[in-house]
């Protein structure tokens, strides 16, 4: 899914992650995490000392059960939301909202 979104400040395109997008992820979930601690349950000081591999899995691993989209305005990644369907059978039909941060 790619959208092209217009905004009082810009055209902001608004996209699921690939593969490639894991150092760039990185960087706007550390910033993220540092920048609203509050907002979220993930700790900074966690998340920096992970190795690359970690990042790269983040947005390889959910097949079909997750999907990460980016926001990106001037090839800079401003945003992020994650929607992760539930695993069992009475939660399958549902999802929920995970690391919302723009």
């Given at each position: 899914?790619?959208?092209?979104?217009?905004?009082?400040?810009?055209?902001?395109?608004?996209?699921?992650?690939?593969?490639?997008?894991?150092?760039?992820?990185?960087?706007?979930?550390?910033?993220?995490?540092?920048?609203?601690?509050?907002?979220?349950?993930?700790?900074?000081?966690?998340?920096?000392?992970?190795?690359?591999?970690?990042?790269?899995?983040?947005?390889?691993?959910?097949?079909?059960?997750?999907?990460?989209?980016?926001?990106?305005?001037?090839?800079?990644?401003?945003?992020?939301?994650?929607?992760?369907?539930?695993?069992?059978?009475?939660?399958?039909?549902?999802?929920?909202?995970?690391g919302v941060y723009g």
């Open positions: 899914m790619t959208q092209l979104l217009p905004t009082p400040r810009g055209t902001i395109l608004l996209r699921e992650v690939n593969p490639t997008d894991a150092i760039l992820f990185r960087g706007l979930r550390l910033y993220a995490l540092q920048e609203s601690p509050i907002a979220f349950t993930a700790d900074y000081r966690r998340n920096l000392s992970r190795p690359s591999k970690y990042w790269d899995n983040m947005l390889t691993l959910h097949g079909d059960k997750s999907t990460i989209f980016l926001a990106e305005h001037k090839s800079q990644f401003v945003g992020m939301t994650a929607i992760v369907r539930g695993d069992t059978p009475k939660t399958r039909h549902g999802a929920w909202i995970w």
